[in-house]
């Protein structure tokens, strides 16, 4: 669908990135080719984003729970993120990325992180796109790593206080989060971020969701209606209630 100027765009996308294996199935290719293709798609969907002047992309990439997986669908998986890493990099540095990754990195070996580390800090001056790449990420280890941060320095855990020790404290929420592969799931992805994120399912495998799917993505999540726990009339009338602040500011 073409974008018209009324459209809103998210400020903040989140995608779950489901139906690599099943697109690698279908041509009866190994689970990696499908993930391969996962990659192209990403790339393409970072151009897109950038194009639609949207400011976050976070993307699930692998799970705390991908690690059950095959062993050899696991190093298939941290092999492709350092080829990616190569390919990429350079791209994204070009185009005004700039690079986070979203984990738990200790369970990952030292070329790995090493490489996810040269990657951030060659992309730091970048503004003009912010692409999380969540890693090693689960929403619960991230609840929980932001609750032993306040543990241990001493301070009382509140709403604020946990916000901040998030791993994705660098960014306002999503606004939209996006399931691609048939799924209705969350899959731990994002649970205190997207409390109030609207949700998007397509039937779309995640190597063929094209500019096209996104749009449609995009025009869906512009004809919602966020209320933020307010009701319509409030929306319509400000004065008619507390102003709601919708993003928080990094
Ligand atoms: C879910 O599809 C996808 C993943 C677990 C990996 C997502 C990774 C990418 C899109 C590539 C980007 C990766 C790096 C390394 C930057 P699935 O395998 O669960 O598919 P299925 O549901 O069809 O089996």
């Known amino acids: 669908m073409a974008q018209t100027s009324s459209t809103a765009v998210p400020h ?16 009866f290719l190994p689970r990696v080719a499908g993930h391969k293709q996962g990659v192209d798609s990403l790339s393409r969907c970072v151009q897109a984003c950038i194009t639609r002047g949207i400011a976050v992309l976070t993307v699930f990439a692998f799970s705390s729970e991908n690690w ?19 390919r990429e990099v350079p791209r994204l540095k070009a185009n005004g990325v700039r690079l ?12 790995v992180q090493a490489g996810l ?21 689960g929403g619960r280890w991230d609840i929980a790593q932001a609750a032993q941060k306040l543990a241990s320095s001493g301070q009382a855990v509140t709403e604020i206080a946990l916000d901040r020790a998030m791993a ?6 999503p606004d939209l989060v996006i399931r691609t592969g048939g799924e209705f799931r969350i899959s731990n992805f994002l649970l205190w971020q997207a409390a109030y994120s609207e949700l998007y399912f397509s039937d779309k495998l995640w190597p063929d ?20 726990g307010q009701t319509s009339a409030q929306l319509r009338d400000p004065s008619d209630g507390p102003q709601i602040k919708h993003v928080k500011v990094a």
Request: charged letters at 30%; one cysteine or more; a negative charge.
């Open 68 to 86: 059950n997986r095959p062993d050899e669908e696991v190093s298939g998986l941290m092999e492709l993120l350092v080829l990616a890493l190569s």
């Open 117 to 137: 580390e040269r990657a951030e800090l060659s992309t730091a001056e970048n503004q003009r796109l912010v692409l999380n790449v969540c890693f090693n990420y």
């Open 209 to 228: 969701f094209d500019e096209a799917a996104l749009d449609e993505a995009i025009a869906v999540y512009s004809s919602r209606e966020r209320r933020f």
């Open 12 to 27: 903040h996308l989140a995608i779950v990135m489901d139906g690599n294996g099943r697109w690698a199935n279908k041509r």
């Open 168 to 173: 994705l404290a660098h960014v306002p929420d």
């Open 100 to 111: 986070y990754f979203v984990g738990d990195r200790a369970r990952l070996s030292d070329k």
